[in-house]
């Protein structure tokens, strides 16, 4: 890629600069009062705040709620590096969460199971050293799943991904190695002088270690997006042909998005187990993976708040707001006398219907606002088809489409794809 | 799921027992397998609702059966009858749904960026899915043994008259296909628009027409599979269709999507390797999806064109 400016190298500027000067465009975007609301550094850093006071003035099953919260928003950004960043759609992420779940629970156990039944003690690792290792065992999972399959055109890719994200937890299931379908249990993480992860009574520092991964793993991404990978990202989620005649080295650029958006799965999945200290194959199925896709549809593909916000939306409706409204409708007058005239809703448990709503959500956004509720700029371009200004994207070599010709019968001309030798990309290969 | 008629329970004779089995299984994948094919040689989509509309008419058809309050086995008239009405309903289930879909959800993003159709066909399929779980259930329903058991036994292969009938009209409803696609001009409008929509539409092909066309041929094979697999595995799930959905794609995947023998040949070979790996491997019915799946990307890696594609390079 280019050789990076002074303003390149350092993304934090960058970040806040974009930021601010988006936060405060008064022209372009639409829902911009909500934008400025939940971007931005400032905002950020109020967010955080609030974050931390959730053990002080929330209750213990809220508390535990915020967990699961922040361990769906790692998992919702490690997506967004694959489908929003880099543009390839995974529909198996739930596969590097169970490799992180297992790798936490088997490691952290202290026994395993032979096929003839018995249990043989093995050594036992504490939390401290499984987190990293699941991180890295997914992420190496995730290159070895794209190593073959990254040169596949990108429905295929799905495809191929959601066949890893079914086999995996099959593996699971009929290993006797990890109990199969029985699941095995995890240890929470060992206690740090008198501070213990594992009181289910008070469950506030498990929440600080979770919002202290989410924090860093913000940051990391942030950065990602701002470095020369995050734009080699954009180059050939825009044109893949054109990123890879600039220089971009297609494979190499993608495994490096699928491994590391694998080993943020992989997080996810220790902190899961971790957290519920009991897992079972059937925990991880095609639904969670559909669940985080939709998370990160919602927010808004490719955007950091957007997705944090589509996390946090989706868990909050999951975990709490669904079961409050269940009790609420079953518990109402209306619905649970047999004679009430609402009785039939009585039949219903909306726990099990959510999957219903989720899918309405997820068609509703792709159809009637692609790019989410809190977009990132550019990705809103591309989806409405617009070419990308060279001014916003001064730094980076660029391909502008265009649409050319008439409509022919529903079915528009094939976009005309034109250099604009806007980045340095372009222009230092022509000088 | 489905069971084995063994009459030979060692050697040679479960091996063709096995074959026998793969073949009707086969030929039900096979019209599956088509209705991805069609579509993706058209609009380049994998339309990933198109098992979960199958999964549709298999509940529609057992909802049908139950209205009538038909629990045994039917013979003569009734029996015709009855398998007709089911056929002509989950036909009727499986195209409208699947040009319902195309209009609402496919079609207004057909200029759209390749990955937001896919994203809107795995919503629509999660709502078909949750919908019918709403409405039956998540459990297995039975659905009553409407067709007369019995069969021919040569040598130690015992074949049904079920299997004989599915394979038959599989084949039938295959030939039918070939010969809209040959000789008829909406066939003819459907293999120049999926040569080159542009050159089609200037050619005065309407081509929104003939994208309806090939959903509603595609969703007729699905319904009428339903019927098939109905009588054959007897269960209904509201997970049906996503299971045979993936095995159908890696069908025709393996044919080559796109080609329309593909599909055939593609699908008969998946049945009988998937009813080979069920006797021969250890455990093989846990493992029997895992099989398919790596199948699936075996093929993916080493010959994405399929075993008949031609099509290789990469469309932008």
Known sequence: ?431 | MHVLTLADTSGIGLFFQQIENGITLGAMYALVALGYTLVYGIIELINFAHGDVFMWSTVVTLAVVQAMGITGTLTGPALVGMLLLLLLIGIVVSSGLNVAIERIAYRPLRRAPRLAPLIAAIGVSFILENAAQLWRGSSFVAFPAIFPGGGLQIGSVRINYLDIFIVVLAVILMIGLDRIIRLTRLGKAMRATAQDPEAAALMGVNIDRTIVFTFFIGGALAGATAVFYNLYIGQVWFLTGFQLGLIAFTAAVLGGIGNVNGAVLGGFLIGVIKSIAIQYIPSGFQWSDAIVFAILVLILVFRPSGLLGQRVAEKA
Do not use: C
Not at chain 1, 19 to 32: E, F, Y
Not at chain 1, 106 to 123: E, H, K, L, R, Y
Not at chain 1, 317 to 333: A, K, R, T
Not at chain 1, 399 to 416: F, H, K, L, P
């Open chain 1, 1 to 431: 890629m280019s050789l990076p400016t002074t303003k390149q190298r350092q993304p934090w500027r960058k970040f806040m600069q974009t930021q601010v000067s988006s936060a405060l465009d008064t022209t372009k975007i639409a829902g911009r009062p909500l934008r400025w609301f939940l971007s931005g550094w400032r905002v950020g850093i109020i967010w955080l705040i609030v974050a931390a006071a959730v053990p002080w003035v929330l209750d213990t099953s809220l508390q535990v709620t915020a967990i699961t919260i922040g361990i769906y928003v790692m998992l919702a950004l490690g997506l967004n590096i694959v489908v929003g960043y880099a543009g390839l759609l995974d529909l198996g992420y739930v596969a590097f969460f169970v490799i992180g779940a297992y790798t936490m629970a088997a490691g952290s156990f202290g026994f395993i199971q032979m096929a003839n039944g018995d249990t043989v003690a093995v050594p036992d690792f504490p939390f401290w050293i499984l987190l990293p290792a699941g991180a890295i065992l997914a992420g190496f999972f995730g290159v070895l799943l794209g190593a073959p399959t990254l040169r596949l055109r990108g429905d295929y890719l799905a495809i191929v991904t959601l066949g890893f994200g079914e086999i995996v937890p099959i593996v699971f299931n009929n290993v006797p190695f990890f109990y199969g379908p029985v699941g095995i249990s995890s240890q929470p993480p060992s206690n740090i002088g008198p501070i213990s992860f594992g009181d289910p009574s008070f469950p506030a520092p498990f929440y600080y270690l979770t919002l202290t991964l989410v924090v860093l793993i913000i940051l990391g991404v942030i950065s990602l997006r701002e470095s020369s990978l995050g734009r080699a990202w954009v180059a050939i989620r825009e044109d893949e042909t054109a990123a890879s005649t600039s220089g971009v080295n297609l494979v190499s650029t993608k495994l490096l998005a699928f491994g590391l958006g694998a080993t943020v799965g992989g997080i996810g999945g220790v902190m899961n187990a971790a957290f519920t200290t009991s897992i079972t194959p059937k925990d991880f199925s095609f639904n969670i993976s559909i669940t985080i896709l939709i998370m990160v549809v919602l927010g808004g593909i490719g955007s950091v708040p957007g997705v944090i916000v589509g996390a946090i939306l989706l868990r909050f409706f999951d975990v709490y707001l669904l079961g409050q409204v269940n009790d609420f409708i079953h518990g109402s007058p209306l619905v649970a006398d047999s004679g009430a005239p609402l009785h039939v809703l009585a039949g219903i448990d909306f726990n099990t219907s959510k999957y219903l709503l989720y899918g309405l959500i997820l068609v509703a956004m792709i159809l009637l606002r692609p790019q989410g509720l809190i977009p990132d700029r550019r990705r809103t371009r591309e989806l409405h088809g617009q070419g990308v200004s060279s001014e916003t994207l001064s730094s980076v070599g660029t391909v502008e489409r265009e649409e050319v010709g008439e409509e022919v019968e529903g079915i528009g001309a094939e976009d005309v794809t034109t250099y604009t030798g806007a980045g340095s990309d372009a222009q230092g290969r022509e000088g």
